[in-house]
């Protein structure tokens, strides 16, 4: 599955955040078995109001959402590009997942010690993104003379390889992530597979007080503007609050929600916005025994999109029944699309669309 990393200084309130998400998950795998792989991993599920949707149409028996793996990522500190702290295994970590999220201090308590002295996300998110670019000159810088080598011996992988490899060298030595190295769209796979931690999207998780949990403070408001200019996303949360919601019941999170001024807890944002980051897609199974969502890469074919159900789905797959999920929900269902046309066959090249509802046909 797609994992996004949760990081950050220590006491910003990353554990607290990260408890919140997986008993936030456990408390809802009623009908799906929650798996923790270690204590530091947590699969969540992921919000869609489309998957309700779909699932209130066909009257579906049961709705089981896609999910996301969350890592906390414990051990980030000034250094540990150097192996300060827990320095090379924390990198290790992050080298593994696919997007990550700092999570930044947003909050004033002189009960809680900021390791820098100062409440500054601004600060503190420079610091996380120095390591990680420190870590990725170094370890650029160490793999040059090897492929100079090889490129002497006439290797032409080698050459394509160094020519990726000091575009975003360009960048991390002007002091800004690999991820603004110019790479053409062709070269973006190669590109991530050089496994420069700085070249992964990046989400701002702001943690703020209890009393600015729906509108932000003046620290989160500072964070959202530099975001803003630098095209990444935001996330304005407070962990204390989300705690205390995943230990009521359904009827007083809903009061305790709306004393609060806020439509849904924020961890179903920081769980959308963290999916949103992998640029996935998602397609949508639908019948009256099971409403479900499904994850794959954007660019997948039908046959691969079914893979992700069933092998013998993708080996034996003979074509996709489609209907587009505006068509689903406009014309009241599977029948009344397929009345209007609007249920497409589509073969082995068909790319899946976000939002698709599919029935794969396929032999045994
Ligand atoms: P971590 O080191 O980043 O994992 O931080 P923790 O989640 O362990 O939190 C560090 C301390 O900050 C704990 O005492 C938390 O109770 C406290 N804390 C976390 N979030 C908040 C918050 O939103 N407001 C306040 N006042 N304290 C918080």
């Not at 390591?131 to 370890?139: G, K, T, W």
């Not at 769209?185 to 007080?209: I, M, Q, W």
């Amino acid at each position: 599955g797609f994992k996004c990393g949760i990081v950050g200084l220590p006491n910003v309130g990353k554990s607290t955040l990260f408890n919140a998400l997986t008993e936030s998950a456990a408390a809802q795998a009623a009908n799906y078995p929650f798996c923790t792989i270690e204590p530091n991993v947590g699969d969540v599920p992921v919000p869609d109001p489309r998957l309700a949707k779909l699932s209130e149409i066909a009257g579906s028996a049961q709705t089981i959402p896609t999910r996301l793996t969350f890592v906390d990522i414990a051990g980030l500190v000034r250094g540990a590009s150097k192996g300060e702290g827990l320095g090379n295994q924390f990198l290790a970590h992050i080298r593994e997942v696919d997007a990550i999220a700092y999570v930044l201090r947003c909050f004033e308590d002189s009960d809680v010690v900021h390791v820098d002295g100062k409440v500054d996300p601004l600060a503190d998110a420079e610091t996380i993104e120095t390591e990680l670019m420190l870590a990725d000159l170094e370890s650029l810088e160490r793999r040059v003379p090897a492929l100079e080598k090889k490129i002497r011996g006439q290797d032409k992988e080698a050459k394509e390889t160094l020519a990726l490899l000091e575009r975003a060298l360009v960048v991390l030595r002007e002091g800004r992530p690999a991820r603004y190295a110019a790479v053409d769209h062709e070269d973006r796979k190669a590109f991530h597979s050089l496994g420069l931690l700085t070249s992964k999207p990046v989400l701002y998780v702001c943690n703020v007080d209890e009393a600015s949990a729906g509108s932000g403070n003046a620290l989160s408001d500072a964070v959202l503007a530099r975001a803003t200019k630098e095209d990444v996303g935001c996330v304005v949360i407070s962990a204390k609050i989300e705690s205390e919601l995943v230990e009521l019941d359904a009827e007083e999170r809903q009061s305790y929600l709306a004393d609060l001024g806020l439509n849904e807890p924020g961890l179903n944002r920081l769980i959308q916005e963290g999916y949103k980051l992998l640029d996935l897609v998602t397609y949508f199974t639908v019948g009256p025994k099971e409403a479900r969502a499904w994850t794959i890469e954007r660019g997948t074919r039908a046959p691969q999109a079914a893979g992700v159900i069933h092998t013998d789905f993708e080996k034996g797959f003979i074509r996709a029944e489609t209907i587009a999920y505006n068509d689903y929900v406009g014309l009241g269902g599977e029948a009344g699309a397929r009345d209007a046309g609007k249920l497409r066959l589509e073969g082995k090249e068909y790319v899946v669309k976000d939002g698709d509802v599919l029935h794969f046909r396929f032999a045994n």
